[in-house]
């Protein structure tokens, strides 16, 4: 049996983050994938058509994720970790020059891209911030729309920033330096006492250990 439409899309994602999207052309895809380029072409009109559908399934698997984080019996601060833990794969599947390929060679594409993971990152912020607030862990005098925007600008800016690797990234160190930072500035002192509490717990499901 063939593969279809989603399964091309899924094999196709991985070799663009691999080799990037300019230098991998359809022939290619063709070849990796053991498909003719009569199958392929069934699915996807032109190399544009194909680049965009990847681009739409991988945004469309992180609103899924968070969609699955936010209807967990979680409090803020551990929904807050579990979308850092999101944040963290996101890191680890990166690679800076799909991101220079697509801004060069599709630009209304990367433009329409860019206004998504905004909108993704900032809503997902903003409804952990009034979450958290209601709750009492989170400080009431927060201005929850100006922090979901600062922190989509720190996200943003760390992917798009040479200040930092992708292994420093996803490393446990700056992991923790991340996310306390953030919490420093938005906890209540319940929420504090919560956050010192279960530290330990958050960083053992995330699977690393200080170095």
């Known amino acids: 049996m063939g593969l279809n439409g989603r399964q091309i899309l899924e094999k196709v994602c991985k070799i663009y983050q691999r080799y990037g999207i300019k230098s991998v052309t359809m022939d290619d895809v063709a070849k990796t994938l053991c498909i003719s380029k009569k199958t392929l072409y069934e699915h996807f009109s032109d190399k544009e058509d194909l680049v965009a559908q ?6 469309a698997r992180w609103f899924e994720v968070l969609d699955v984080i936010g209807k967990k019996e979680l409090n803020a601060v551990e929904e807050l970790f579990e979308v850092y833990k999101v944040l963290k794969r996101m890191f680890r599947d990166y690679n800076p020059s799909m991101e220079y390929d697509l801004r060069k060679y599709y630009p209304d594409l990367s433009v329409k891209m860019r206004e998504v993971r905004r909108k993704m990152i900032y809503d997902s912020g903003y409804r952990n911030l009034t979450k958290g607030k209601k709750e009492g862990l989170y400080r009431k005098d927060m201005n929850a729309k100006i922090i979901a925007r600062l922190h989509l600008f720190k996200v943003e800016n760390m992917v798009d920033s040479d200040m930092f690797s992708i292994g420093e990234l996803t490393s446990f160190k700056v ?5 306390v930072y953030h919490l420093n500035g938005i906890l209540s002192p319940e929420g504090r006492l ?10 053992d499901q995330l699977g690393v250990q200080p170095s």
């Open 54 to 59: 990847v681009m739409m399934m991988e945004h």
């Open 175 to 179: 992991f923790h330096e991340i996310f």
């Open 194 to 203: 919560f956050f010192e509490k279960n530290f330990n717990r958050f960083r």
